[in-house]
């Protein structure tokens, strides 16, 4: 795929640079979109939610995979009772392509250092780790 804005970065920007760049771009969107939301209370819905935020991110340039989970949330009882996306509830993982390089990030809670973290988690070059 042709890209029409590569001439905007930084001229020594590496292929497997840039699709990390997609990466966070895909993770942040997708963590300050939603986090906050209203959930529903029906575990179906929330799938369905999932599937509509993976297919949110998807519409964004160069993305190949997207996966996103809602873990177990509990609504509070009542009528005015509700849980929102809290960021302990949420994971996802994004895979993108730039030219031949491939990231796979990552966004989920990680309970040592009480924080959302986006992270790296595999870097393919040319087809190749």
């Known amino acids: 795929m042709s890209d029409p804005c590569e001439v905007y970065f ?10 990390a760049f997609e990466a966070g771009i895909a993770l942040a969107t997708l963590f300050h979109q939603f986090t906050g939301m209203p959930l529903p209370r029906k575990k179906t819905d929330l799938i369905r939610l999932a599937r509509a935020m993976e297919s949110s991110i998807m519409a ?15 609504g509070e ?40 973290l986006m992270y790296i988690e595999e870097v393919k070059r040319n087809g190749q780790r």
């Open 10 to 19: 930084e001229r020594t920007t590496t292929p497997s640079e840039r699709a």
């Open 77 to 116: 009882a009542g009528v005015y009772g509700y849980h929102h996306l809290d960021p302990k509830n949420l994971e996802a993982t994004v895979e993108v392509e730039y030219k031949r390089a491939r990231v796979t990030a990552r966004l989920r809670w990680i309970k040592d250092v009480n924080y959302p």
């Open 60 to 74: 964004q340039p160069f993305r190949r995979k997207v996966k996103v989970r809602i873990l177990k949330v509990r």
